[in-house]
């Protein structure tokens, strides 16, 4: 790591809180509009979303689709009767009010201002632009970074190189000066290592991994590895 001069990170997972912010954000619009149980729809819901990003990061579904289709499986998998113009509604409010959250991973402040006083930081995201630098701005982390760049402005989502060399381009770094910081071993490290940078595996979940990859359990520890 001691060549390492740019450091980019995920955000959802990585950095940003996701599944404790989702959820407030889905409990803030079921009890306003339905009156289905929000436990049991969270349950539900993780599980589905998990896959529709899965499906959106290979271009096997559209923005829209995966905006209307998580929420609508959901719904259907508790058998509970709602209307398509709800459900678009809930899906635009539950954007609207998801930035609104700020919840971070522990640490998250400390670790950054440790790492911008020794390298350029930027953000690699598969989030909707709007949605992530309203995510940026409220968390008050938009100081640390030089580069932000989301998917819908590339183009192409993570695991794809483009998204990883056009970060490489707007940051003027070098592949071997350059670490991906994230959570999912496929979007972020082995996107990333497909180009050739050094990665850092966030194994939050302590998933077992069947390769050596340098892995961290809390963000507090790349203190020592940096």
Not at 83 to 91: C, T, V
Request: hydrophobic share 40%; charged share 30%; proline share 2%.
């Amino acid at each position: 790591m001691n060549n390492i001069k740019h450091i980019f990170f995920d955000l959802d997972h990585t950095l940003w809180d996701f599944e404790a912010n989702s959820d407030l954000a889905l409990e803030a619009i079921l009890k306003e509009n339905t009156t289905i149980n929000v436990t049991d729809f969270i349950e539900k819901y993780r599980p589905i979303n998990s896959e529709y990003w899965k499906k959106y990061a290979v271009h096997e579904v559209t923005k829209e689709a995966l905006k209307y289709g998580r929420l609508k499986d959901t719904f259907d998998a508790l058998d509970y009767e709602i209307d398509d113009e709800l459900i678009h509604f809930l899906s635009e409010e539950y954007l609207r009010k998801l930035p609104d959250f700020d919840k971070l991973f522990d640490n998250t402040h400390e670790v950054l201002n440790y790492l911008k006083e020794k390298y350029k930081l930027h953000i690699i995201t598969n989030g909707f632009k709007e949605v992530q630098n309203k995510k940026i701005e409220n968390s008050n982390l938009k100081a640390y970074f030089d580069v932000i760049i989301t998917s819908e402005c590339v183009g192409v989502n993570k695991p794809n190189p483009k998204i990883f060399n056009h970060a490489m381009e707007s940051a003027a770094a070098a592949t071997e000066n350059s670490l991906m910081i994230g959570d999912n071993l496929q979007t972020d490290i082995k996107g990333a290592q497909s180009i050739g940078m050094n990665v850092i595996f966030c194994n939050f979940n302590r998933e077992p991994l069947e390769e050596e990859i340098i892995q961290i359990h809390e963000l507090k520890e790349l203190l020592n590895l940096l």
